[in-house]
C-alpha cells in the first residue's frame, strides 16, 4: 500500500467518524465534540482533554494531526492515538500503526506497527486486517507467514475490504 493511500485512508477514517463519536456517553465529550463541530475548538480542546475518555483522546488526535485549534503537532497526535488505542478504540491504533509504518510523526519501526494493527484486527477493524495480513505476506515487521497472512487478509475480504479480496485472488486463495 502507497503512503499516498495509507494517508488517504487515515483522512477518511478522521472525516467518518461522526456516529462512533455520538455513541460516547460522557458530558464533557458531548460537549467537546459539539464545540468542535461548530469550530469552537479552545472549548472543545478543554473538554475533551477533561474527559479522558478512548473518543476524546482520538479526537484530539485529529485535531493536532489537521491543526485545528492547534498547530499542527505529530508528537502530540502520536500522543493522544496511542492514549485512546489503550482504552480500545481500533481506529485510533491502526493510524497509529500507519504512521509507525511510514515513520510519520516518529521514528519508523514496522514491527512497532504491527503491534498496533494487531490490536486493531483483533477488534474486528478491517482495514488492520488487511495491514497485518499485508506484512505476513512480506514478511514486514512479522516473520513472513502465508497461513496467518491469509487468515487476517480473508477477515478483511469478508468485511468488504477490497484491497484484501484482490491479494487473495493473485495468492490464489478462496475468501
Request: aromatic residues 10%; positive net charge; glycine residues 10%.
Amino acid at each position: 500500500m502507497t503512503n499516498a493511500t495509507r494517508n488517504k485512508m487515515f483522512q477518511l477514517l478522521c472525516m467518518g467518524l461522526a456516529a462512533v463519536f455520538a455513541q460516547s456517553a460522557g458530558a464533557n465529550f458531548s460537549t467537546g465534540y459539539s464545540a468542535y463541530q461548530h469550530h469552537d475548538y479552545p472549548t472543545a480542546l478543554r473538554e475533551l482533554k477533561a474527559d479522558g475518555g478512548a473518543q476524546s483522546a482520538y479526537l484530539l488526535a485529529i485535531m493536532y494531526y489537521k491543526g485545528e485549534g492547534v498547530p499542527p503537532d505529530k508528537k502530540e497526535t502520536v500522543k493522544w492515538l496511542r492514549l485512546a488505542a489503550e482504552k480500545g478504540n481500533a481506529i485510533a491504533a491502526n493510524n497509529l500503526g500507519m504512521m509507525y509504518d511510514k515513520g510519520d510523526g516518529v521514528a519508523q519501526n514496522v514491527p512497532e506497527a504491527a503491534k498496533w494493527y494487531l490490536m486493531a484486527a483483533e477488534k474486528g477493524h478491517a482495514p488492520s486486517q488487511f495491514n497485518l495480513g499485508l506484512m505476513y505476506t512480506n514478511g514486514e515487521g512479522v516473520a513472513k507467514d502465508h497461513e496467518k497472512a491469509v487468515k487476517w487478509l480473508r477477515k478483511a475480504a469478508r468485511q468488504g475490504n477490497v484491497n484484501a479480496q484482490k491479494l487473495l485472488r493473485v495468492m490464489g486463495e478462496k475468501q
